[in-house]
């Protein structure tokens, strides 16, 4: 990968950042009856407008640097793990594990448990999907790592706000960087410089 097409990556994984955050606010905003043009003013509005966009590139930038941590761990663990059976049932364990402790911190005590694992839930599905498509534009060993990446890094990317028991908070939070991660495990083995043997590197992120 070449200085531009890092640059590239990096600046349209802000973008989407920003956008999903744009999108949450002003779903947020119609649904919100206390909330109207009118009380909040021109300056109000134009206030919240540029809080959001900060937020979501601040996210944004956060999945970037999270992308690159992960394939990082992912290729330190290759090496690791010699035999790669191994590794791909330590990265399912991960997402089972992570997955449950996304449930479990948004639980108030003395409650039912069952109603919090719908986020993580919904992050393991959406997870699936874009697993599915990679492994179809790539290779099937390519499934579980990424499964892995768009389940366990974008939860515990997630955490701070899934600590804050907000609805609010917690979407604007993880759809975010969910998308983001999304584009940047999709956008990979097309920008990656092809290797040697002519086969796209990166196929196993």
Known sequence: MNLGKW???????????????????AFVFMINPEVTPSTMGVEGILFNVIQTVTVGALLGAFSHMGFFAYLTVNLFA???????????YVQVFFIVVVSGYAAMLRVPEGENMLPY??????????GYFVARRKAAETNRKSFVPTMFFMTAVTLLEAVPALQQFNAYGTVMMVLPLFLCN???????HKILTPVAT???????S
Do not use: C, D, Y
Not at 7 to 25: D, E, H, K, P, Q
Not at 78 to 88: C, E, P
Not at 117 to 126: A, E, K, N, S
Not at 198 to 204: I, K, Q, V
């Open 7 to 25: 640059i590239s990556l990096f600046l349209s994984t802000l973008g989407i950042g920003i956008g999903a955050a744009l999108v949450v606010g």
């Open 117 to 126: 694992f719908v986020l993580p839930g919904l992050v393991v599905i959406g």
């Open 182 to 188: 999304a584009w940047q495990i999709l956008r990979l």
């Open 78 to 88: 290759q090496g690791i793990f010699k035999n790669k059976l191994l590794w791909t």
């Open 198 to 204: 002519g086969e796209p590197a990166g196929r196993a």
